[in-house]
Nanobody, 130 residues
């Protein structure tokens, strides 16, 4: 079993930046580094949205709403996934959740199979004020 814990959320003004982290612990020696990693966000009253995915080959993909502003990356030595968020907008407000899966490696696949994803964290809250 792997546990994912997000951190780095907070409240910032529009135009600001935040860097989210997702630290993995537990059984990270059993092929965890080959997992596909992703970030989701859930805002009150809105559908959950897949934000970014980093696949096992290092390729990245982003939702159109964050393209050019967010960057997903990973530090294998630290077993930590990151989401650098720049030029933040009020509509970026939400609970940000990281996920890891052996097989689902696109935003569409992770979104469609959200409850079947191998590991998900509990989230970190991001609030952007105008």
């Amino acid at each position: 079993q792997v546990q994912l814990v997000e951190s780095g959320g907070g409240s910032v003004q529009a135009g600001g930046s935040l860097r989210l982290s997702c630290a993995a612990s537990g059984d990270t020696d059993s092929g965890y580094r080959d997992y596909c990693m992703g970030w989701f966000r859930q805002a009150a009253g809105k559908e959950r949205e897949g934000v970014a995915v980093l696949d096992s080959a290092g390729s990245t993909s982003y939702a159109d709403s964050v393209k050019g502003r967010f960057t997903i990356s990973k530090d294998n030595a630290k077993n930590t996934l990151y989401l650098q968020m720049n030029s933040l907008k009020p509509e970026d407000t939400g609970m940000y959740i990281c996920a890891a899966d052996r097989h689902f490696c696109t935003i569409a696949d992770m979104s469609e199979n959200y409850y079947g994803i191998d590991y998900r964290g509990k989230g970190t809250q991001v609030t952007i004020s105008s």
